[in-house]
């Protein structure tokens, strides 16, 4: 089917570049291309600094050694015992980003206020009430007990700007951080640090400095027992570390857990002490990362969109290919090295990422008269999605035929074979089996076959399995359909109830004998060849069916085979296949270990009449089996009839 397209002019295609690369960067719908466009600046590298800072963290080691509960506020009693060996040390400035509300014990309590009054240089965090707000508003601040605050040399309030278990990209708050009469913790950290701290930006974005910061990190009672002198001339941190850093996902009750850039690099989380310790450096540094003005930003996506929307369509495909892949390239060096050799970053994304492959479409779509809709290959069915089958013999796709439904479609190449044996040996089988596909409704029906001689393929449609989850278009999975194999995985024990089993084998061997009065056999009977269809079990994978007779040629699956030298392509065979089926589904165990049971199936009386059927269909010599399928079928209808009320529940 052919479809004709409007070819755009070059001014066409500069216009709708500019108007995407606008739409990314005004609307929601570019938050994607924003946010990744500053997550992938650090991935380059990171500056240093050489400001002595270190972390000492109250993680999962320090909780057990001083047997500390997570829920329940640290003995105080540790934090002066701390606080004394860091002023003994002469630390040069202690940042707490921990809340300490309340009174707990009078005397930690007193040791504590009175340690930080020796240090002079203690900074303690408050939390604020809202969970994000452009203001610190006084009246919905926590501050620490006046007895603390009193002691301190400082107080700001420790809070990141993004919720618990999200990514942190801006100094909170984001605007006027030195507005009102709190400031955030690590502002009053850096003025306390240095006084002279350049104060000018109101939105600020946070430069990380790798992925394992630039301090050190000392757990609690590391630092107890650190050296004298250890963190002399150091800014120390003290607060919390997740219980679960390498699960990001994980929450946690403190909800002091953040992700970094790094975090989709190498997965661990950091605590709310890495996000401080992180606006400190930047606030002393004055290296926080801002966007330049509206105007420049505008100005400069137009002009691109301009560029790429015109340019790109004067190019051939493979010119037009390398000239956006080149820049690509180009603007990535150009932003990462901005960010890193100035204060500045750029959504740089919205260019390469989203403008150059829409001019880069664009391109294509202008220099074609006609676009040729690919249904040729299958006249009247549409693909949709990937195939969900993928076999020796070929590729299964969901295609949509020219009334809206859904069937399934199954191609086979001969290029996948080194001869032309096994191509035709399908096509034989499809041939002979869509006769009488409809006529039984536990075969699974064909609907349609073609062949493409010149291209060397052909293909047959058939009905569509049920999916295996109901929901897998709304959860946009990829359709799966419910065969028996996949039933089983399913249950407990890889295995189903005795009652589902002997349904199962009663409307399969309906199925097998009717295909057997008429001279066919499957050869391929398993668990995986069973497909459900409205709920019905089917037997499916039918390109291996072909007139009763024996088959020198070893095709199927040799577990399935009875044992040599008895001939595959029998209705003995067949019938072999379908005991060993039973007992896979019937006890959980592969065929390799028939007739392994377990002592629990031993003691049920309806498995072990099923058992007896298994057995017979299984025996080594095609003469003790069941002579047709019809004659197992009447065995495992008796054994039906002896089950107990409910013992014919549907699946």
């Given amino acids: 089917m052919i479809q004709k397209v409007f070819t755009p002019s070059t001014l066409v295609g500069a216009a709708l570049t500019v108007l995407c690369g606008l739409l990314l960067w005004g609307t929601p719908a570019g938050d994607a291309w924003v946010n990744s466009s500053y997550d992938n600046l650090f991935c380059f590298g990171a500056r240093a600094v050489t400001n002595q800072v270190a972390l000492i963290l109250m993680d999962n080691s320090s909780y057990d050694f001083y047997r500390q509960d997570r829920v329940l506020p640290w003995d105080r009693g540790l934090h002066a015992q701390l606080l004394n060996k860091l002023t003994a040390d002469g630390a040069r400035l202690v940042v707490f980003d921990i809340l300490f509300a309340g009174t707990n014990n009078p005397t930690t309590d007193s040791a504590l206020a009175q340690a930080m009054r020796a240090n002079g240089n203690v900074v303690l965090a408050a939390l604020a009430d809202e969970e994000r707000n452009s203001k610190i508003d006084p009246l919905h601040v926590t501050a620490p007990d006046p007895l603390f605050l009193n002691a301190a040399a400082g107080c700001g309030i420790g809070k990141a700007d993004a919720t618990t278990g999200g990514l942190v990209r801006r100094h909170w708050p984001f605007f006027s951080p030195g507005e009102g009469d709190f400031h955030s913790l690590g502002w009053v950290a850096a003025e306390k640090y240095d006084p002279q701290f350049d104060r000018s930006g109101n939105q600020q ?5 790798g992925a394992q910061g630039t ?12 050296p004298p002198g250890y963190f002399r001339g150091k800014v120390v941190f003290v607060g919390s570390w997740p219980v679960l850093p390498s699960d990001p996902a994980f929450q946690e009750g403190s909800n002091d857990k953040f992700r970094t850039p790094y975090t989709r690099w190498n997965g661990p989380a950091v605590g709310g002490v890495a996000i401080m310790a992180t606006t400190f450096l930047n606030l002393a540094n004055s290296d926080w990362l801002r966007r330049p003005p509206a105007a420049f930003e505008f100005l400069l996506i137009f002009s691109m969109g301009i560029i790429l929307g015109g340019g790109l369509c004067r190019l051939n495909p493979l010119a037009a290919l390398l000239a956006a892949a080149g820049l690509f390239l180009a603007v990535l060096l150009l932003f990462v090295s901005l960010s890193y050799f100035t204060n500045y970053w750029f959504p740089w994304l919205i260019l390469a ?7 880069l479409a664009w391109a294509w779509v202008s220099r ?13 069915y549409e693909p949709v999605g990937e195939p969900f ?3 020796a013999y070929g590729k299964v796709f969901r295609v949509r035929n020219v009334t809206g439904q859904f069937e399934a479609l199954k191609e086979v190449q001969r290029s996948t074979f080194n001869d032309d044996g096994p191509y035709e040996r399908e096509f034989r089988g499809i041939k002979s089996y869509k006769p009488v596909s409809a006529q039984h409704p536990g075969l699974l029906n064909i609907g349609y076959v073609n062949r493409n001689e010149s291209e060397g393929y052909f293909y047959y449609v058939m009905e569509l399995g049920d999916p295996l989850d109901p929901d897998w278009e709304q959860k946009g999975a990829l359709y799966q359909p419910s065969d028996l194999n996949w039933l089983c995985r399913l249950k407990p024990g890889r295995k189903l109830p005795p009652h589902e089993c002997m349904r199962i084998g009663i409307e399969l061997l309906e199925a097998l004998d009717f295909l057997h009065q008429h001279k066919l056999v499957h050869r391929d009977i398993k668990p995986s060849n069973i497909v459900f269809v409205n709920g019905r079990p089917k037997l499916a994978d039918v390109g291996l069916v072909r007139e009763v007779g024996p088959d020198g040629t070893l095709v199927g699956t040799v577990e399935y085979m009875p044992p040599p030298p008895e001939p595959p392509g029998t209705e003995a065979a067949d019938i072999y296949a379908m005991g060993m089926m039973l007992y896979v589904i019937s006890t959980g165990n ?3 270990e028939f007739a392994k049971l377990s002592t629990a199936l031993v ?8 058992n007896a059927i298994i057995c017979k269909a299984c025996q080594p010599s095609a003469a003790q089996r069941y002579p047709r399928a019809a004659d197992m079928c009447l065995a495992l209808r008796a054994a039906q009839n002896k089950l107990g009320p409910g013992g014919t529940q549907v699946i």
Wanted: charged share 20%.
């Fill in 368 to 380: 074609q008269r006609t676009v040729t809709v690919f249904h040729t290959r299958y006249p009247g």
């Fill in 603 to 610: 003691e049920q009386p309806d498995f072990m009449r099923l």
């Fill in 353 to 359: 990422g989203g403008q150059a492959p829409f001019a």
């Fill in 389 to 391: 089958g993928k076999g």
């Fill in 590 to 592: 592969q065929p390799a």
């Fill in 215 to 226: 301090w050190q990190e000392v757990p609690y009672q590391d630092a107890m027992k650190a």
């Fill in 205 to 209: 974005w946070l430069r990380y400095y």
